[in-house]
């Protein structure tokens, strides 16, 4: 079964800016599409962006769009998601997700708060 490591989240400033990682073990990982999820507090996850097996990007959440980017880098098996612009609804636990085989990460903590 893949690994999904997330990391980069952390306490932020409205404004403020975070760049957030997810790196993948034991799997082919140019062969896959991959999303980046989020979980606010007392809300159901909800999908942010997706990048698919060749790059093609898509935000899917209209909340972040022109604020949020996906991006790959299959040579180091990474999936990173950009955020600027953050604002204290953004808040939440971000996950990335590989959608072939299921697999979802631990989680990364992002809180935007002044």
């Known amino acids: 079964q893949p690994q999904l490591v997330e990391s980069g989240g952390g306490l932020v400033q409205p404004g403020g800016s975070l760049k957030l990682s997810c790196t993948a073990s034991?799997?082919?990982?140019?062969?896959?599409?991959l999303n980046w999820y989020r979980q606010g507090p007392g809300k159901g996850r909800e999908i942010v962006a997706t990048?698919?097996?060749?790059?093609?990007?898509?935000t899917q959440l209209r909340s972040v769009q022109g604020r949020f980017t996906i991006s790959r880098d299959d040579a180091k098996n990474t999936v990173y998601l950009e955020m600027s612009n953050l604002k204290p609804e953004d808040t939440a636990m971000y996950y990335c997700?590989?959608?072939?085989?299921?697999?979802w990460g631990q989680g990364t903590q992002v809180t935007v708060s002044s």
């Open positions: 034991r799997i082919t990982f140019e062969s896959y599409r």
């Open positions: 990048i698919s097996d060749t790059g093609v990007r898509r």
């Open positions: 997700n590989l959608p072939a085989t299921g697999s």
